[in-house]
């Protein structure tokens, strides 16, 4: 039962932080969320944790949890990192390329085109996101999966915010143009495919914004 409602609470704050109503930096009081969820603020706190886990928000102590407020050169700093390293993993996996591996990015594609298709924003987030972990994964690079993973997940709250539907659509038919380039072991085009696929969805994330109002009882249903 206390899974289920952290699990809730979880859902409802990734929810409004997706959609905007609320922004980078806003202050989530523990007993005002306590009073709008009815429950305890063990639970709260439980939740509050979660979503720090996954870089959603940042926990400061004495100061309380906040919206997580990633900047636009922290984004451009982040897809830099990205770049530089995710040539030379391509590179390194059209080199180890298998049948099996193939399968298992195809696989992940898969699940990336019904998250896009079902609307499902935190799930095509996550999804896309490991797309690039996964490849770290099959070539059975331990801290490069880790390094990325990191990398990925700071991502993950710039790309929830400002990432559009069709961006999203865009990113899945690039990691599946990728997958083929790797399967014909073309390394040249794979390595051009990733570094344009990086640079695209930074491009298209909408760092401008305008900014909801900070009140956590509009915010919330």
Known sequence: MESSTTHAIVEALTKAIVEHRLHPGSKL??????????????????????????RL?????????????????????????RRMLESEMTRAFVREVTPAKIKALRDHIAQEKSAVRRGDVPGRTRALGDFHVRMAEL???????QVLGDLVSRCALITLMYQTASAAEHSHDAHAALVKALAAKDETLAVQLMNAHLLQVEQSLTLDRKLPPDDISMALP
Do not use: Y
């Open 57 to 81: 928000i940042r926990l400061e102590p004495a100061r309380g949890a906040f919206v997580a407020a990633p900047s636009a050169l922290e984004a451009q700093q982040v897809f830099a990192v």
């Open 29 to 54: 009081p523990e007993q005002k969320l306590a009073d709008h969820f009815g429950v305890s603020r063990t639970l709260v706190r439980q939740a509050l944790f979660q979503l720090a886990q996954n």
């Open 139 to 145: 070539m059975g690079n331990k801290v490069l999966a």
